[in-house]
C-alpha cells in the first residue's frame, strides 16, 4: 500500500486510521482491524499507562513480529515529534496487548543500536511506508520499543 506513504494520505491516516481501526476491532471483538482489512498489516492495541496522567491509553499500532518480542516503531507517520504512547512506555515499560482477541503482558524497552538496523529491515521489508516516514522525520532519530513477554504470558504469533 504505497499510496499511504504519500505526505497528504499519511496526515489524513494520521488523523483517523486509529479511529477506523478501533470500530472494526469493537465490532469484530478484537479480532480484526481496519488496517489488517486493507492491508494484511499485524495490528495489536497496545494499552500503556499515561506518562503524565497514570490512566490507561490504548492505541491500535503495526507491529513487528521477531520470535517472541514485538518490535514498535514510533513514526508517528513522519511527524515532526513522537507519539504519546512512545513516552507512556518510557515511563510505564510494562504493558498489556490485544491481539487477535487475547491479552498478553510485555516489557518494553528500546531497541539497542544493533537492534535498530535489523528492526528497520524488518519495517521496511513489512511495509514500504516506513522509508518515506523515516525521510519526513529526518530530524529526529525514531524510536523503536522491543516489547519482550513477561513470564506469565505467552507471545503473539504471526499464526495467531
Known sequence: ???????????????????????????????????????????????????????????????????????????????????????????HPETAILYRDTVYHYRAREATAAEREKYWTLADAMYIGYAAYRKRASHREIPIMVLEPLATSRAPTEAG
Open 1 to 91: 500500500m504505497q499510496v499511504a506513504a504519500w505526505r497528504p494520505v499519511a496526515w489524513f491516516l494520521a488523523r483517523t486510521l486509529r479511529h477506523l481501526d478501533r470500530g472494526v476491532l469493537n465490532l469484530s471483538g478484537g479480532r480484526i482491524s481496519a488496517t489488517t482489512l486493507l492491508t494484511g498489516l499485524p495490528v495489536i492495541v497496545l494499552t500503556t499507562t499515561g506518562a503524565k496522567s497514570g490512566l490507561p491509553r490504548s492505541m491500535p499500532l503495526i507491529c513487528g513480529i521477531d520470535g517472541d518480542r514485538l518490535v514498535l516503531f514510533a513514526t508517528n507517520f513522519g511527524g515532526a515529534k513522537n507519539p504519546a504512547w512512545y513516552y507512556n512506555l518510557r515511563s
